[in-house]
């Protein structure tokens, strides 16, 4: 009785997720959990029943395997890791190194902190992109002067609206920062790490500009987000994405603030590669 139980439940289960799969399914997906499976013509959200974890892999035929092998050839500088963006990456994407369009990148593990992706914390769109010319040589410390976060739920929910601060009252073409620093550990992706950013004067084009999430006039930053500050810069450096000289500056260095707030400032002096300028 207990087994039949079972059964029934299990099926009703599958039935109830194969119903809500059903977009998925007309488009010949499948819904998976991507943090598990790798999906050769990546996910799309919002198709699939159950948590966000389930999403839908998009299908691949014949003339799409043809063509990822093609690709592949190209990916010699990346290998065994080049996904689409939409899979699951538990380190760091990084363009430039794989064949095929600008969605295929390498996921690298560099003892790089977790990065949430702008798809992942709801980024919009950017309305305009424009890439940096070669390596960033600069990493500048910046505070967001808000309250701090403690979830990636909260910290996704406050980089939304530094995004929406500095599109629609600033007027600039997306989120400042190359990447923000949140009290959960995480690391949340701005503009990245190859894009111009709006951040810090005269180090847009040649800097990262990384600002962790919270007021430090007073207090440090929790000790998950030191370690997340420490451990994107050693992985840009570790991944080709910083210059293996590069200089470290609090925002202040380069403008008349009290950014990356007084604490914090002088947490940031100690810092390997500050630079006193």
């Known amino acids: 009785m207990v087994r039949l139980l079972f ?23 499948q819904c998976l959990d991507w943090r598990y499976y790798y999906c050769t013509a990546g996910y799309e959200t919002g198709l699939c029943d159950g948590d966000t974890n389930r999403r839908c892999c998009l299908p691949c035929d014949q003339q799409c395997l043809d063509q990822e092998a093609e690709w592949a050839q190209s990916d010699g500088s990346c290998l065994p890791f080049t996904y689409y963006l939409t899979n699951y990456c538990d380190g760091v994407y990084l363009g430039g190194r794989c064949g095929g369009p600008s969605e295929r990148q390498c996921c690298a593990d560099a003892g790089c902190p977790r990065i949430v992706s702008r798809s992942e914390w709801g980024a919009r769109p950017p309305t305009s992109i424009s890439n940096m010319a070669g390596t960033p040589a600069w990493a500048i410390v910046h505070h967001t002067v808000s309250p701090s976060c403690s979830t990636q739920s909260e910290c996704s929910s406050l980089v939304r609206n530094f995004q929406d601060q500095h599109m629609d009252v600033n007027g600039w073409s997306d ?98 590669h500050w630079q006193n300028i």
């Open 7 to 29: 059964s029934s439940f299990f099926l009703l289960l599958i039935f109830s997720f194969s119903k809500g799969d059903q977009g998925c399914l007309n488009i010949g997906g």
């Open 175 to 272: 989120i400042g920062y190359s990447f923000l620093v949140g009290g959960d550990g995480n690391v949340y992706e701005g503009r990245g790490w190859d894009r111009v950013g709006a951040h810090t004067p005269g180090y847009n084009s040649n800097g990262l500009g990384i600002s962790v999430i919270g007021n430090f006039m007073t207090s440090l930053p929790n000790q998950q987000a030191l370690d997340a500050l420490n451990n994107l810069i050693a992985c840009g450096v570790a991944s080709g994405e910083l210059q293996q000289n590069y200089g470290l500056i609090g925002h202040r260095q380069a403008v008349s603030t009290e950014c990356p707030g007084d604490r914090l400032y002088q947490y940031v002096q100690t810092m390997p």
